[in-house]
Structures are given as structure tokens and as C-alpha cells.
């Protein structure tokens, strides 16, 4: 019994210790932007557990888009969260006005679905749009946090995503 406990308290005791790397490397990578305890690469933008990188000088439809952030070992960008919503929509490029989702219609399926096959949360968007289906429309993108469909075609900017490596203690110094 007592070594269960013990266990449980050394789990909690890494996880907080965890959460405080986070956070000290949060912190130093406001100062210091290419600190070494970085967990996404260079000009790639570090939120929650995500790594994004913002494509904005270049347009490409999304098929290019795709192919392009798949080069990277990335996505297009798959809104998760309310939280990553707001990031996403909060981003300050002026000329950056909107870029492509990793969001598409299926045909076979006949609905919406993310890159990695799951299907869109009715709560992080409106379904008047994306229900819509309009046979030309079949690729999605985001502009002042709402959610647009497209001709494939476009070419605009788009958004790469890729999970954030795990902060290493040893990195902190």
C-alpha cells in the first residue's frame, strides 16, 4: 500500500515538474526566442502543445499547401479548441487575413472532415457554412474566426501544424 503511494506521489512530483519546465521555457523564449529549450523549430510559433508555422508571404492552393506541410513533417492546420480558435484568429499579420484549413469535403463519405480523418466539432464552428455543399467548394479556410469554403484551387496563404516536442529539463540551463 504504502509503495502505491509512494508511486502516485513521485507520479505527481515529475508531472508538476513537467508543468514548470513549460512554463520557465514559455518564459525564456519571450526573452531569448531561439532558446535552445524550444520545443518547435525555428520560425515555427509555440502554442499550447502545438507547433504552427505561418506561411504568409506565399499562396498555394490547397493541394500545394498540403503537400508543403506535409514536407515540413506537419498538417494543415486542425482547429481543436475554442483556445486555438482564438490564437489562430488573434494573430497579428496584416496582410494575413486568411489561410487554408487542413479541412476538406469528402465525396465518398459526403461530409466535412479534418486531414487526419476526423470530423469537425459542430461547437468550434458554425454548420450554416460547411453544410452548404456546393460541388465547386470542397476545401476549407479560416478568416477572423470563421470558417469558409473554397474552390481547391485558390491559392492562398496557408497554416502548418505539427505536435510540439516535449520540453527537456536538461535544455533549461
Not at 19 to 42: G, V
Not at 117 to 136: D, H, I, M, R
Request: proline share 4%; aromatic share 14%.
Amino acid at each position: 500500500m504504502e509503495e502505491e503511494f509512494l508511486k502516485a506521489q513521485i507520479s505527481n512530483l515529475l508531472m508538476t515538474q513537467g508543468q514548470i519546465a513549460i512554463k520557465l521555457c514559455r518564459e525564456l523564449i519571450i526573452h531569448t526566442s531561439d532558446h535552445r529549450c524550444n520545443p518547435c523549430p525555428k520560425t515555427w510559433q509555440w502554442y499550447q502543445k502545438s507547433c504552427y508555422y505561418f506561411a504568409t508571404n506565399e499562396e498555394k492552393t490547397w493541394s500545394n499547401s498540403r503537400k508543403n506541410c506535409m514536407d515540413k513533417n506537419s498538417t494543415l492546420v486542425k482547429i481543436d479548441s475554442l483556445e486555438e480558435k482564438d490564437f489562430l484568429k488573434s494573430q497579428p499579420f496584416p496582410k494575413f487575413s486568411f489561410f487554408w484549413l487542413g479541412l476538406s469535403w469528402d465525396p465518398s463519405g459526403r461530409s466535412w472532415l479534418w486531414e487526419d480523418g476526423s470530423v469537425p466539432s459542430p461547437f468550434l464552428f458554425g454548420t450554416k457554412e460547411y453544410a452548404q455543399t456546393n460541388g465547386s467548394k470542397r476545401c476549407a479556410y479560416f478568416q477572423k474566426g470563421n470558417v469558409y469554403l473554397s474552390r481547391c484551387s485558390a491559392e492562398i496563404s496557408w497554416v502548418c501544424e505539427k505536435t510540439a516536442a516535449l520540453v527537456k529539463i536538461d535544455d533549461l540551463d
